[in-house]
């Protein structure tokens, strides 16, 4: 199993442009989680889905900030516009039901 | 979810066991105590958990208390690719979601 796979790695975009965070969750997990780590903050969770359906968005900061699950193999963050303070380390997780989540491996993004 | 409470850092000699602390005073009969790490970079990886019985796997023990209101994870022989934060959370098993507190910087060193 390939694990959680983000795209892209690292993101550096200018101010006020669209950014969009993708994610391919593990085969057969049910929950997807993105959540967002900073040094100040730590890590956040920001937004969650069971069977592609958002639970729990009460974590995501702004309307700027929106998510989708298309369908059970993908995922997107997307920031419209974007913001210097929006700069972080951006994860996604997926899990099968109340299991341990496996994490990607990020994707850090900067915004000048 | 309960909160819990861990030491900023701590430090440990190469081979020895590393036994990181948490307290769960306010932890409910339902709530289970997870550990994840975090090695510099990297997405936090599940480690263990556990209800109220003591748990062992490839990577670690989780030893609970028999009030459950604290709890440590031992990792029996550190190395230096140990070095990591370690968090210790407190979750109710029909809870879909995990909150990452501060947790404990590990350091080993030779």
């Known amino acids: 199993d390939a694990g959680v796979i983000q795209s892209p790695r690292h993101e550096v975009t200018e101010m006020g442009q669209e950014v969009t965070l993708r994610c391919k969750p593990i085969?057969?997990?049910?929950?997807l989680f993105w959540y967002r780590q900073t040094m100040m903050r730590g890590l956040e969770l920001l937004i969650y889905f069971n069977n592609n359906v958002p639970i729990d968005d009460s974590g995501m900061p702004e309307d700027r900030f929106s998510a989708k699950m298309p369908n059970a193999s993908f995922s997107t963050l997307k920031i419209q516009p974007s913001e210097p303070r929006d700069s972080a380390v951006y994860f996604c997780?997926?899990?099968?039901?109340?299991?341990?989540?496996?994490f990607g491996s990020g994707t850090r993004l900067t915004v000048v | 979810d309960a909160k819990t409470t861990q030491p900023p850092s701590m430090d440990c000699a190469e081979g020895r066991a590393a036994n990181l602390p948490c307290n769960h005073s306010?932890?409910?009969?339902?709530?289970?105590v997870y550990w994840y790490r975090q090695i510099h970079s990297q997405g936090p990886q599940y480690i263990i958990h556990?209800?109220?019985n003591n748990e062992t796997n490839e990577m670690a023990s989780l030893i609970i208390t028999e009030d459950r209101k604290s709890s440590t994870l031992i990792l029996p022989h550190a190395t230096l690719r140990d070095t990591a934060v370690y968090y210790c959370?407190?979750?109710?098993?029909?809870?879909?979601?995990?909150?990452f507190g501060t947790g404990t910087r590990l350091q080993v060193f030779p």
């Open positions: 997780a997926s899990s099968l039901s109340s299991d341990g989540y496996t």
């Open positions: 085969s057969g997990h049910d929950y």
């Open positions: 959370i407190v979750r109710a098993y029909n809870t879909d979601k995990l909150i």
């Open positions: 556990g209800l109220k």
């Open positions: 306010t932890i409910s009969g339902n709530e289970y």
